[in-house]
């Protein structure tokens, strides 16, 4: 999978790019990331890439001259077109079932944006989808750019069985975890469960899928449909 990234700030994701999974899926050939600044897009010579709003208010806008002209250059440079997302607050609420449809793409040109928002012309022209990565205010795009790479990234390297831990995820089978426990045994007057020492796999699990229900019950009851919310006992 190739991801482009446009954005003022290719700089933000150099040091998650160079961390654990995600740099597992960039040494491997999994996945590739290529960042490209929209500033050197810019039409003139102070390299303007916002101006003030048509029609006043506070804060500027992303000019479309600059993110036009990056993302043809950005285009042209692979043969397959891809899936074009602007990082807004306005967008679809992102979530793993996105990440998972998204993972099965060969091309994602995720562009970041700054200041108040892009000019409307930006999304109706390259046919952009919008996606948010939650109902809390950032100051740009970049931040959810990487949350968006790291879910897709960890799917990829999942596939090819790099990391088991991919298949029991918790929000793929729509509960909490479970509680997990390591040595030792006591840790400061806290008793492992007895049921985990007791190699009895059956009740283990049956213990273990309880547990993951009523923390789901007690803690995101939103995940739950209505007749596992109400369930009692
Ligand atoms: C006062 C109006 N604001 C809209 C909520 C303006 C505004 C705030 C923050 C416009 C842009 C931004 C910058 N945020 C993003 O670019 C962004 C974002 C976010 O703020 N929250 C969750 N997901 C995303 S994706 C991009």
Redesign the pocket.
Known sequence: MRIDVLTLFPQAFESPLGCSILKRALDNGLLDVVLTDIRDFAEDSYRKVDDKPYGGG??MVMMPGPVFACFEHVQSLWPHKGRVI??????Q??NQAKACELSREERLILI??????FDERIRVGLGAE????????????????MVIIDAVARLLAGALGDEDSAKDESFSEGLLEYPHYTRPEVFRGMKVPEILLSGDHGKIAEWRRRQALERTREWRPDLLGPEDRSLQD
């Open positions: 506070p804060g602007l990082l807004t607050p306005q967008g609420k992102f970041a944006g700054r200041y108040e928002g919008q996606i948010s990565i939650g109902d809390y205010v950032l100051s740009g795009g970049e931040l959810a750019a």
